[in-house]
C-alpha cells in the first residue's frame, strides 16, 4: 500500500487554522467531506469517535507528527487526510513537543487488515527524517502531494 493510495489528495490542508488539537481534527474531517469523500457520514459523529479515540491514548507520536484515527462503520475504505502547521499544535505528544504534520485516518469497522495496513503505510513513512523535514516546510497542497510521491518512490526502492 502506498500513501498515494489512502491520503485524498483534494482535502489536504496544508496550512491548518486551528491551533488546539480537536479544532484540527473538525478542520481535516470537513476537509475531506468537502471532497465529497464519505458525504454520508456526520461530520460531528465521526469527529467525536475520533476525539474519544484520541482521549484514550494520544496518537501525537513525537517528532512533530500525530496521526488521529479511528475504526468507523460508516467508512467503506480506508482514507487519510494531511494537515500541517508552522506554528505547531498541542497534540499531547508523547515527546510533549508541538506537532506540525497530522495524518488523520479513517477506516472501515469491519476491516481491521485495511486499517493495520494504512497505519502501517503512514508509520513507515513518518520515522523518515527527511520526510517529516519536508512536511514541516510545506507552504502549499502541491508540496505535500510532491512529499508523498517522493515518499512512495523511495519505499519503493
Not at 458525504?39 to 475520533?50: F, H, N, R, T
Request: charged content about 30%; aromatic content about 4%; some cysteine.
Amino acid at each position: 500500500m502506498k500513501l498515494a493510495d489512502i491520503v485524498c489528495v483534494g482535502a489536504i490542508i496544508p496550512q491548518l487554522e486551528s491551533r488546539e488539537r480537536d479544532g484540527v481534527i473538525h478542520e481535516l474531517i470537513q476537509a475531506l467531506l468537502k471532497n465529497k469523500k464519505h458525504a454520508k457520514i456526520d461530520p460531528k459523529a465521526l469527529a467525536k469517535a475520533v476525539i474519544k479515540r484520541e482521549n484514550e491514548a494520544s496518537t501525537g507520536i513525537g517528532k512533530g507528527v500525530a496521526v488521529p484515527h479511528v475504526k468507523h462503520e460508516a467508512v467503506t475504505e480506508p482514507i487519510a487526510v494531511v494537515g500541517c502547521s508552522s506554528e505547531g499544535i498541542d497534540f499531547i505528544s508523547l515527546d510533549k513537543q508541538p506537532v506540525y504534520s497530522v495524518f488523520l485516518l479513517l477506516s472501515p469497522a469491519d476491516e481491521p487488515d485495511k486499517h493495520l495496513q494504512a497505519m502501517e503505510t503512514i508509520f513507515r513513512n513518518l520515522q523518515k527524517d527527511d520526510f517529516r523535514r519536508f512536511l514541516r516546510q510545506v507552504r502549499n497542497r502541491e508540496d505535500v502531494i510532491e512529499a508523498i510521491k517522493d515518499a512512495d518512490e523511495s519505499s519503493a526502492e
